[in-house]
Nanobody, 125 residues
Framework: QLQLVQSGGGLVQPGGSLRLSCAAS????????IGWFRQAPGEEREEREE???????????HYDDSVKGRFTISRDNAQNAAYLQMNGLKPEDTAVYYC???????????????WGQGTQVTVSS
């Protein structure tokens, strides 16, 4: 069974960069779509926002408008991992970030079955 373990995150000043990693075990990540979600302070799980997604079939990428041009999602099938490169970070990017894996991009939040443990990103001066 596929399991996801996240790393990266931390405290960064506005304008800074961070790279989040999502390493898979128990199955091959190639055929899965990978989504990155974030949950801002005070929000419930149901309010998690999808910020980026990469398809498992053709590698096409999708971004929320709030991060477009600043965040880059990628995957390395040889490493069985996915990444979220975050540049130009803003205080409003502060959240717990989660990676998730499932059939394809564009699914409802409730339909994503496999989740990483989450990692805190704090953007503050």
């Amino acid at each position: 069974q596929l399991q996801l373990v996240q790393s990266g995150g931390g405290l960064v000043q506005p304008g800074g960069s961070l790279r989040l990693s999502c390493a898979a075990s128990g199955d091959i990540l190639d055929d899965y779509a990978i989504g990155w979600f974030r949950q801002a302070p005070g929000e419930e799980r149901e309010e998690r926002e999808e910020v980026a997604c990469i398809s498992g079939r053709d590698g096409s990428t999708h971004y929320d408008d709030s991060v477009k041009g600043r965040f880059t999602i990628s995957r390395d099938n040889a490493q069985n991992a996915a990444y979220l490169q975050m540049n130009g970070l803003k205080p409003e990017d502060t959240a717990v970030y989660y990676c998730a894996a499932d059939a394809f991009c564009g699914m409802l939040l409730s339909e994503w079955d496999i989740w990483g443990q989450g990692t805190q990103v704090t953007v503050s001066s």
